[in-house]
Structure formats: structure tokens, C-alpha cells
């Protein structure tokens, strides 16, 4: 058997990497575009009115409201758009204006351990792609035994 030469295993080397490089570079411009990293915010449990708080920001888009859904122990609960006063969210430079905070009753839970998670709404596609990106940590928190209260 004929021994390849050096010239031919130097150039399917280098072709190999420039594939490499050109689907790395390919993935991460689609994950780039479809998922961005443009969305931050917060959420937590206010007991006195036993809601979900919060604020989301779009970086991309600072003065734009944000759609937000939340999800209690992994069911859609609620959708609003976050466009309540949070003063506190623009003092701080996180947004262009202080419209940007949500809040979301809680629906009747048993009593035991819960978590919420809050995520902005990014549409795609003219409209026809919908992406889920979550704002914050998940939000722990704990019904019934005479302690309602969030876990820390």
C-alpha cells in the first residue's frame, strides 16, 4: 500500500480546521440571532398581596415593554406586559424609563414548597417564532404550616 505524503495529511488537516472554525462560527451566529442574550430582570414574591414582582428589561431595546409570562411549578399562570412603575429599575440604569415593572397574583396553591419563574417573550420570524428567556434565579418560595414566605 501506498503511503500518503506529508503535503496531502498537511491539507485535509488544515481543511478540517477551517470546518471546524466555519460551523462554529455558523452556530454561533444563529444561537446568537434566534436566543440573544438581551433580556434581564428580576422577580420575587411580595406576601402582603400574595403576587409575583418584578421589572424586565430588553437591552437591544430600552424603551420597549416587555411581554412576560410566569410559570408556577413548570404551568403557564399568567402573561402580561411589564409596563408598571419601577422607579427603582431606571435610578439604577437599567432601563431607559421606570415602565418596565410587572405583577402577577398568585393563583390559589397548596400548601407545601413552590417554584416561579418569570421569562420574557422574544418574538422572531415576523412574528411566527416565539423564544422564552428567563429573567433572574427561579423563585422559591413555601405555602401553608403558618409559614408563607420565600426560601432564601
Do not use: C
Not at 415593572?101 to 397548596?110: A, D, E, H, I, M
Amino acid at each position: 500500500m501506498k503511503k500518503p505524503s506529508s503535503n496531502l495529511v498537511h491539507i485535509l488537516i488544515a481543511k478540517a480546521i477551517i470546518e471546524i472554525v466555519l460551523v462554529g462560527t455558523i452556530a454561533v451566529g444563529f444561537n446568537a440571532t434566534v436566543f440573544p442574550p438581551t433580556f434581564h430582570g428580576w422577580g420575587e414574591v411580595e406576601l402582603e398581596s400574595k403576587a409575583i414582582v418584578g421589572w424586565a428589561v430588553n437591552d437591544a431595546s430600552p424603551w420597549e415593554r416587555v411581554q412576560v409570562q410566569l410559570f408556577i411549578d413548570g404551568r403557564l399562570v399568567g402573561d402580561q406586559i411589564a409596563n408598571l412603575p419601577r422607579p427603582d429599575v431606571a435610578n439604577a440604569g437599567w432601563a431607559a424609563d421606570q415602565w418596565h415593572g410587572y405583577k402577577f397574583s398568585r393563583p390559589t396553591l397548596p400548601d407545601g414548597m413552590h417554584e416561579a419563574r418569570v421569562y420574557a417573550v422574544r418574538s422572531s420570524g415576523a412574528q411566527t417564532r416565539y423564544t422564552l428567556q428567563l429573567l433572574g434565579d427561579p423563585i422559591r418560595f413555601t405555602l401553608g404550616g403558618g409559614y408563607e414566605g420565600q426560601n432564601k
